[in-house]
Protein backbone atom coordinates (compact mmCIF):
# COMPACT_ATOMS: atom_id res chain seq x y z
CA UNK A 1 0.00 0.00 0.00
CA UNK A 2 1.33 3.43 -0.79
CA UNK A 3 1.40 5.30 2.94
CA UNK A 4 2.70 8.37 1.20
CA UNK A 5 0.23 11.47 0.37
CA UNK A 6 -2.35 10.36 -2.28
CA UNK A 7 -0.76 12.84 -5.25
CA UNK A 8 -3.61 10.62 -7.32
CA UNK A 9 -6.04 12.46 -5.51
CA UNK A 10 -5.93 15.65 -7.29
CA UNK A 11 -6.51 13.53 -10.92
CA UNK A 12 -9.80 12.30 -9.76
CA UNK A 13 -11.85 13.90 -7.06
CA UNK A 14 -14.82 12.67 -8.20
CA UNK A 15 -16.87 16.49 -8.59
CA UNK A 16 -15.81 17.77 -5.59
CA UNK A 17 -14.07 21.09 -5.31
CA UNK A 18 -10.54 20.77 -5.00
CA UNK A 19 -9.74 23.21 -2.08
CA UNK A 20 -12.42 21.52 -0.25
CA UNK A 21 -10.89 17.76 -0.72
CA UNK A 22 -7.55 19.14 -0.17
CA UNK A 23 -9.23 20.88 3.42
CA UNK A 24 -10.78 17.10 4.17
CA UNK A 25 -7.52 15.14 3.87
CA UNK A 26 -5.69 17.79 6.17
CA UNK A 27 -8.60 17.23 8.41
CA UNK A 28 -8.70 13.64 8.28
CA UNK A 29 -5.08 13.05 8.84
CA UNK A 30 -5.71 15.02 12.13
CA UNK A 31 -7.86 12.56 13.18
CA UNK A 32 -5.55 9.72 12.18
CA UNK A 33 -2.96 11.05 14.06
CA UNK A 34 -4.94 12.01 17.44
CA UNK A 35 -7.02 9.10 17.89
CA UNK A 36 -9.39 8.30 21.11
CA UNK A 37 -10.67 5.04 22.67
CA UNK A 38 -14.50 4.88 23.11
CA UNK A 39 -16.59 7.38 25.22
CA UNK A 40 -13.15 8.95 25.69
CA UNK A 41 -13.14 11.85 22.21
CA UNK A 42 -12.64 14.97 24.03
CA UNK A 43 -9.51 16.01 21.46
CA UNK A 44 -11.87 14.66 18.62
CA UNK A 45 -14.90 16.29 19.36
CA UNK A 46 -13.10 19.76 20.11
CA UNK A 47 -12.02 19.44 16.97
CA UNK A 48 -14.86 19.23 15.64
CA UNK A 49 -16.54 21.49 17.56
CA UNK A 50 -13.96 24.28 16.09
CA UNK A 51 -14.82 22.98 12.92
CA UNK A 52 -18.42 23.64 12.87
CA UNK A 53 -17.73 26.91 14.74
CA UNK A 54 -15.99 28.15 11.32
CA UNK A 55 -19.17 27.36 9.24
CA UNK A 56 -21.26 29.14 11.91
CA UNK A 57 -23.39 25.99 12.39
CA UNK A 58 -25.08 25.54 15.88
CA UNK A 59 -24.46 22.70 18.12
CA UNK A 60 -25.36 20.53 20.90
CA UNK A 61 -22.30 19.03 23.09
CA UNK A 62 -22.33 18.16 26.76
CA UNK A 63 -18.88 16.88 27.29
CA UNK A 64 -16.34 13.84 27.10
CA UNK A 65 -18.28 10.79 26.34
CA UNK A 66 -21.36 12.52 24.13
CA UNK A 67 -22.85 13.06 20.95
CA UNK A 68 -21.34 16.62 19.23
CA UNK A 69 -24.79 17.22 17.52
CA UNK A 70 -25.22 20.05 15.28
CA UNK A 71 -28.31 21.53 12.98
CA UNK A 72 -28.39 23.33 9.76
CA UNK A 73 -31.80 25.19 9.65
CA UNK A 74 -32.14 24.97 6.14
CA UNK A 75 -34.53 26.68 4.27
CA UNK A 76 -37.69 25.60 5.83
CA UNK A 77 -37.14 25.63 9.54
CA UNK A 78 -40.21 23.60 10.44
CA UNK A 79 -40.17 20.66 8.89
CA UNK A 80 -38.84 17.52 10.09
CA UNK A 81 -34.82 17.19 10.09
CA UNK A 82 -32.47 14.30 8.08
CA UNK A 83 -30.05 12.73 10.02
CA UNK A 84 -26.33 11.95 9.00
CA UNK A 85 -23.97 10.41 11.57
CA UNK A 86 -20.60 9.87 11.69
CA UNK A 87 -18.63 7.82 14.47
CA UNK A 88 -15.29 9.50 16.19
CA UNK A 89 -13.86 6.22 18.40
CA UNK A 90 -10.63 4.50 18.03
CA UNK A 91 -9.34 1.01 18.11
CA UNK A 92 -6.58 -0.22 20.71
CA UNK A 93 -3.74 -1.58 18.47
CA UNK A 94 -0.39 0.04 17.21
CA UNK A 95 -0.74 1.21 13.29
CA UNK A 96 1.51 -0.33 10.62
CA UNK A 97 1.03 2.19 7.80
CA UNK A 98 4.37 3.86 7.75
CA UNK A 99 2.03 6.87 7.23
CA UNK A 100 3.35 10.19 7.55
CA UNK A 101 0.05 11.22 9.62
CA UNK A 102 0.29 7.64 11.54
CA UNK A 103 -1.16 7.48 14.90
CA UNK A 104 1.19 9.45 17.70
CA UNK A 105 -1.05 7.98 20.52
CA UNK A 106 0.54 4.45 21.43
CA UNK A 107 -1.15 1.55 21.33
CA UNK A 108 -4.52 3.37 19.85
CA UNK A 109 -4.93 3.93 16.14
CA UNK A 110 -8.39 4.56 13.62
CA UNK A 111 -8.16 1.06 12.42
CA UNK A 112 -11.83 1.65 11.15
CA UNK A 113 -12.09 4.64 9.07
CA UNK A 114 -13.80 6.81 11.59
CA UNK A 115 -11.23 9.72 10.78
CA UNK A 116 -12.77 9.54 7.24
CA UNK A 117 -16.49 9.40 7.93
CA UNK A 118 -15.95 12.16 10.06
CA UNK A 119 -14.30 14.36 7.34
CA UNK A 120 -16.70 13.38 5.47
CA UNK A 121 -19.63 14.69 7.45
CA UNK A 122 -17.34 17.67 7.87
CA UNK A 123 -16.96 18.22 4.24
CA UNK A 124 -21.03 17.59 3.75
CA UNK A 125 -21.74 20.74 6.38
CA UNK A 126 -19.27 22.82 4.15
CA UNK A 127 -21.55 22.21 1.23
CA UNK A 128 -24.73 22.10 3.12
CA UNK A 129 -23.95 25.75 4.78
CA UNK A 130 -22.77 27.06 1.14
CA UNK A 131 -26.33 25.73 -0.57
CA UNK A 132 -29.00 25.20 1.94
CA UNK A 133 -30.85 22.56 1.86
CA UNK A 134 -34.71 22.43 1.53
CA UNK A 135 -34.93 21.94 5.53
CA UNK A 136 -33.09 21.19 8.85
CA UNK A 137 -30.13 18.62 8.89
CA UNK A 138 -29.05 16.76 12.04
CA UNK A 139 -25.10 16.23 11.84
CA UNK A 140 -24.57 13.25 14.45
CA UNK A 141 -21.07 12.87 15.49
CA UNK A 142 -21.31 9.54 17.75
CA UNK A 143 -18.97 8.86 20.67
CA UNK A 144 -17.82 4.81 20.86
CA UNK A 145 -19.30 3.06 18.35
CA UNK A 146 -16.96 -0.11 18.36
CA UNK A 147 -16.55 -0.88 22.26
CA UNK A 148 -19.95 1.19 24.10
CA UNK A 149 -23.05 1.09 21.68
CA UNK A 150 -22.78 5.16 22.04
CA UNK A 151 -25.25 5.68 19.23
CA UNK A 152 -27.75 4.94 22.81
CA UNK A 153 -25.53 7.62 24.51
CA UNK A 154 -26.51 9.79 21.23
CA UNK A 155 -29.70 9.15 20.97
CA UNK A 156 -30.23 9.92 24.59
CA UNK A 157 -28.47 13.37 23.89
CA UNK A 158 -31.41 14.24 21.51
CA UNK A 159 -29.70 13.13 18.00
CA UNK A 160 -33.22 11.51 16.77
CA UNK A 161 -35.17 15.08 18.01
CA UNK A 162 -38.05 14.96 15.34
CA UNK A 163 -35.98 12.97 12.43
CA UNK A 164 -37.76 11.62 9.65
CA UNK A 165 -34.88 9.53 8.49
CA UNK A 166 -31.10 8.93 9.02
CA UNK A 167 -27.97 7.54 6.84
CA UNK A 168 -24.24 6.53 7.98
CA UNK A 169 -21.51 5.13 5.58
CA UNK A 170 -18.59 3.02 6.51
CA UNK A 171 -15.42 3.33 4.16
CA UNK A 172 -13.88 -0.66 3.20
CA UNK A 173 -11.27 -2.08 1.12
CA UNK A 174 -14.27 -4.47 0.04
CA UNK A 175 -14.59 -2.03 -3.12
CA UNK A 176 -12.07 -0.04 -5.23
CA UNK A 177 -12.69 4.09 -5.19
CA UNK A 178 -15.52 5.14 -6.94
CA UNK A 179 -17.73 2.29 -5.79
CA UNK A 180 -20.45 2.67 -3.10
CA UNK A 181 -22.50 -0.22 -2.06
CA UNK A 182 -26.44 -0.07 -1.22
CA UNK A 183 -28.21 -2.78 0.20
CA UNK A 184 -31.76 -3.01 0.78
CA UNK A 185 -32.80 -4.99 3.96
CA UNK A 186 -30.11 -7.03 6.15
CA UNK A 187 -26.68 -4.92 6.13
CA UNK A 188 -24.86 -6.69 9.12
CA UNK A 189 -24.98 -9.01 11.55
CA UNK A 190 -26.57 -9.26 15.30
CA UNK A 191 -23.91 -9.72 17.53
CA UNK A 192 -24.05 -10.98 20.77
CA UNK A 193 -20.62 -11.68 23.40
CA UNK A 194 -20.25 -14.61 26.04
CA UNK A 195 -17.94 -15.30 28.56
CA UNK A 196 -17.30 -18.73 29.95
CA UNK A 197 -15.54 -19.76 33.33
CA UNK A 198 -14.43 -23.35 33.92
CA UNK A 199 -13.96 -23.95 37.68
CA UNK A 200 -11.43 -27.20 38.17
CA UNK A 201 -9.21 -27.94 40.58
CA UNK A 202 -5.65 -26.71 40.62
CA UNK A 203 -2.79 -29.32 41.73
CA UNK A 204 0.49 -30.24 40.92
CA UNK A 205 1.61 -30.85 36.62
CA UNK A 206 2.99 -34.28 37.62
CA UNK A 207 0.01 -35.58 39.47
CA UNK A 208 -3.16 -34.90 37.06
CA UNK A 209 -5.12 -37.60 39.11
CA UNK A 210 -5.28 -35.37 42.19
CA UNK A 211 -6.70 -32.30 40.02
CA UNK A 212 -9.20 -31.43 37.46
CA UNK A 213 -7.30 -29.65 34.75
CA UNK A 214 -9.42 -26.28 33.50
CA UNK A 215 -6.71 -25.95 30.42
CA UNK A 216 -8.01 -29.12 29.37
CA UNK A 217 -11.84 -28.70 30.01
CA UNK A 218 -11.38 -25.30 28.20
CA UNK A 219 -9.62 -27.30 25.28
CA UNK A 220 -12.55 -29.61 24.76
CA UNK A 221 -15.14 -26.66 24.70
CA UNK A 222 -13.13 -24.48 22.18
CA UNK A 223 -13.32 -27.77 19.89
CA UNK A 224 -16.94 -28.07 20.46
CA UNK A 225 -18.50 -24.79 19.78
CA UNK A 226 -17.33 -24.80 16.75
CA UNK A 227 -19.53 -27.53 15.66
CA UNK A 228 -22.17 -25.46 16.70
CA UNK A 229 -21.87 -23.48 13.00
CA UNK A 230 -20.26 -26.56 11.15
CA UNK A 231 -22.65 -29.31 11.66
CA UNK A 232 -26.25 -27.32 14.03
CA UNK A 233 -26.30 -24.76 11.90
CA UNK A 234 -27.87 -24.43 8.48
CA UNK A 235 -25.26 -23.84 5.99
CA UNK A 236 -27.74 -21.01 4.05
CA UNK A 237 -27.95 -19.21 6.79
CA UNK A 238 -24.94 -17.19 7.85
CA UNK A 239 -23.77 -17.65 11.72
CA UNK A 240 -19.66 -17.33 13.45
CA UNK A 241 -18.95 -18.19 16.63
CA UNK A 242 -15.37 -17.28 17.72
CA UNK A 243 -13.29 -18.11 21.25
CA UNK A 244 -11.49 -14.71 21.08
CA UNK A 245 -9.78 -14.60 24.72
CA UNK A 246 -8.45 -17.47 26.61
CA UNK A 247 -6.90 -17.11 29.46
CA UNK A 248 -5.60 -19.83 32.17
CA UNK A 249 -2.52 -20.76 34.35
CA UNK A 250 -0.01 -19.37 36.04
CA UNK A 251 3.35 -21.58 35.56
CA UNK A 252 4.11 -24.97 33.12
CA UNK A 253 4.33 -27.29 36.02
CA UNK A 254 0.66 -26.27 37.90
CA UNK A 255 -2.62 -27.59 36.49
CA UNK A 256 -4.81 -24.72 36.37
CA UNK A 257 -7.42 -24.09 38.56
CA UNK A 258 -9.73 -21.84 36.76
CA UNK A 259 -9.81 -20.83 32.67
CA UNK A 260 -12.01 -17.94 31.39
CA UNK A 261 -13.10 -18.43 27.86
CA UNK A 262 -14.40 -14.86 25.99
CA UNK A 263 -16.17 -15.08 22.43
CA UNK A 264 -18.61 -13.76 20.27
CA UNK A 265 -21.87 -14.98 18.33
CA UNK A 266 -22.52 -13.30 15.20
CA UNK A 267 -26.00 -14.38 13.10
CA UNK A 268 -28.49 -13.31 10.32
CA UNK A 269 -31.52 -14.48 11.62
CA UNK A 270 -33.52 -14.97 15.11
CA UNK A 271 -33.85 -18.88 14.93
CA UNK A 272 -30.27 -19.30 14.29
CA UNK A 273 -28.94 -16.92 17.27
CA UNK A 274 -31.32 -19.17 19.49
CA UNK A 275 -29.98 -21.92 18.23
CA UNK A 276 -26.78 -20.95 18.81
CA UNK A 277 -27.31 -19.81 22.30
CA UNK A 278 -29.10 -22.78 23.41
CA UNK A 279 -26.47 -25.01 21.95
CA UNK A 280 -23.35 -23.14 23.75
CA UNK A 281 -25.45 -23.55 27.00
CA UNK A 282 -26.10 -27.19 26.79
CA UNK A 283 -22.80 -27.72 25.41
CA UNK A 284 -21.06 -25.92 28.26
CA UNK A 285 -23.56 -27.87 30.82
CA UNK A 286 -22.35 -31.44 29.42
CA UNK A 287 -18.78 -30.31 29.86
CA UNK A 288 -19.51 -29.56 33.25
CA UNK A 289 -20.62 -33.08 34.20
CA UNK A 290 -18.31 -34.45 31.62
CA UNK A 291 -15.07 -32.79 33.69
CA UNK A 292 -16.83 -32.92 36.97
CA UNK A 293 -16.04 -29.84 37.77
CA UNK A 294 -17.85 -25.86 37.58
CA UNK A 295 -18.53 -23.77 34.89
CA UNK A 296 -19.99 -20.42 34.55
CA UNK A 297 -22.04 -19.07 31.35
CA UNK A 298 -22.82 -14.84 30.78
CA UNK A 299 -23.95 -14.43 27.04
CA UNK A 300 -24.42 -10.52 26.79
CA UNK A 301 -26.92 -9.27 23.86
CA UNK A 302 -24.84 -6.94 21.45
CA UNK A 303 -25.94 -4.57 18.30
CA UNK A 304 -28.83 -5.73 16.74
CA UNK A 305 -28.95 -6.32 13.00
CA UNK A 306 -28.18 -2.95 10.59
CA UNK A 307 -31.37 -3.70 8.55
CA UNK A 308 -32.04 -1.04 5.90
CA UNK A 309 -35.36 0.35 5.37
CA UNK A 310 -36.70 0.45 1.42
CA UNK A 311 -37.60 4.09 1.31
CA UNK A 312 -34.16 5.32 2.88
CA UNK A 313 -32.40 2.87 0.42
CA UNK A 314 -34.06 3.98 -2.30
CA UNK A 315 -33.09 7.43 -1.99
CA UNK A 316 -29.49 6.60 -0.96
CA UNK A 317 -29.26 4.57 -4.35
CA UNK A 318 -30.37 7.60 -5.89
CA UNK A 319 -27.64 9.76 -4.53
CA UNK A 320 -25.25 7.30 -5.24
CA UNK A 321 -26.04 7.23 -8.28
CA UNK A 322 -25.64 10.68 -8.77
CA UNK A 323 -22.24 10.85 -7.66
CA UNK A 324 -20.41 7.75 -8.72
CA UNK A 325 -22.82 6.82 -11.75
CA UNK A 326 -24.67 3.48 -11.98
CA UNK A 327 -21.96 1.24 -12.57
CA UNK A 328 -19.99 2.61 -9.49
CA UNK A 329 -22.92 1.54 -7.51
CA UNK A 330 -22.94 -2.25 -6.07
CA UNK A 331 -25.07 -4.38 -3.94
CA UNK A 332 -23.72 -6.95 -1.52
CA UNK A 333 -25.27 -9.90 -2.39
CA UNK A 334 -24.91 -11.27 1.54
CA UNK A 335 -25.05 -8.92 4.61
CA UNK A 336 -21.78 -8.68 6.59
CA UNK A 337 -21.24 -10.76 9.63
CA UNK A 338 -19.62 -7.31 11.02
CA UNK A 339 -21.96 -5.76 13.59
CA UNK A 340 -22.44 -1.55 13.62
CA UNK A 341 -24.29 0.27 16.40
CA UNK A 342 -26.26 2.28 13.78
CA UNK A 343 -29.05 -0.70 14.24
CA UNK A 344 -30.06 1.02 17.50
CA UNK A 345 -31.08 4.53 15.42
CA UNK A 346 -33.00 2.31 12.63
CA UNK A 347 -34.92 0.93 15.48
CA UNK A 348 -36.07 4.32 15.97
CA UNK A 349 -36.50 5.61 12.12
CA UNK A 350 -36.13 4.76 9.10
CA UNK A 351 -32.99 4.57 7.62
CA UNK A 352 -30.10 3.11 5.49
CA UNK A 353 -26.51 2.56 5.96
CA UNK A 354 -24.05 2.20 2.88
CA UNK A 355 -20.28 1.51 2.32
CA UNK A 356 -18.15 3.25 0.50
CA UNK A 357 -14.99 2.01 -1.83
CA UNK A 358 -11.67 3.60 -0.23
CA UNK A 359 -8.91 1.04 -1.77
CA UNK A 360 -7.02 2.58 -4.49
CA UNK A 361 -6.91 0.62 -7.90
CA UNK A 362 -3.35 -0.44 -7.38
CA UNK A 363 -3.63 -1.48 -3.64
CA UNK A 364 -4.19 -5.16 -2.20
CA UNK A 365 -7.41 -5.65 0.19
CA UNK A 366 -6.36 -4.60 3.53
CA UNK A 367 -9.91 -5.60 6.49
CA UNK A 368 -10.95 -2.95 8.59
CA UNK A 369 -9.72 -3.55 11.93
CA UNK A 370 -6.28 -4.28 10.90
CA UNK A 371 -3.03 -2.39 11.64
CA UNK A 372 -2.05 -1.55 8.03
CA UNK A 373 -5.84 -0.40 7.64
CA UNK A 374 -5.57 2.72 5.57
CA UNK A 375 -7.47 4.70 2.94
CA UNK A 376 -7.73 6.28 -0.42
CA UNK A 377 -8.65 9.56 0.48
CA UNK A 378 -10.53 10.45 -2.87
CA UNK A 379 -13.16 8.80 -1.11
CA UNK A 380 -13.82 11.74 1.12
CA UNK A 381 -15.08 13.67 -1.57
CA UNK A 382 -16.78 10.69 -2.34
CA UNK A 383 -18.59 10.05 1.26
CA UNK A 384 -18.95 14.19 1.80
CA UNK A 385 -21.30 14.32 -1.36
CA UNK A 386 -23.22 11.29 -0.89
CA UNK A 387 -24.19 12.83 2.74
CA UNK A 388 -25.27 16.39 1.30
CA UNK A 389 -27.08 14.69 -1.32
CA UNK A 390 -28.55 12.01 0.17
CA UNK A 391 -29.85 14.70 2.45
CA UNK A 392 -31.33 16.91 -0.14
CA UNK A 393 -33.17 14.24 -1.96
CA UNK A 394 -35.00 12.87 0.95
CA UNK A 395 -36.55 15.81 1.23
CA UNK A 396 -38.30 15.30 -2.43
CA UNK A 397 -39.35 12.15 -0.39
CA UNK A 398 -40.42 13.57 2.89
CA UNK A 399 -44.18 13.38 3.05
CA UNK A 400 -43.54 9.15 2.79
CA UNK A 401 -41.55 9.44 6.32
CA UNK A 402 -44.06 11.73 7.69
CA UNK A 403 -45.74 8.44 9.62
CA UNK A 404 -42.64 7.30 10.83
CA UNK A 405 -41.79 10.51 13.11
Known sequence: MNAGPNEHVRNAMFGLDQTLLERLMVLRRWFHQHPELSFQEADTAKRIVAEL????????????GHA??????????????????????????????????????????HACGHCAHMAMLIGAANLLTENPPPGPV???????EERGGGSRVAIEDGA?????????????????????????????????RFTICVRGKGGHGARPHEAIDAVVVSGFLITALQTLVSRESNPLHPSVVTIGSVHAGSAAN?????????????????????RIHHGIQRMVGAAAELHDCRIELDIREGYPPVINEARSTRIARQAAVEIVGADGVVAAEHPSMGSEDFAFYLERVPGCFVRIGARAPDWEPVPLHSPAFDIDERALGIGAQFFDRVARLSYEHLNEFRDEV
Open 68 to 109: VIARIDGLDTAASAIGLRADMDALPGNETTGAAYASERQGIM
Open 160 to 192: LEDVATIYACHVTHDYETGKIMVRDGSVTAQSD
Open 254 to 274: VIAEEAELRGSIRSTLPESRQ
Open 53 to 64: ERLGVPYKYSGV
Open 138 to 144: RLIFQPA
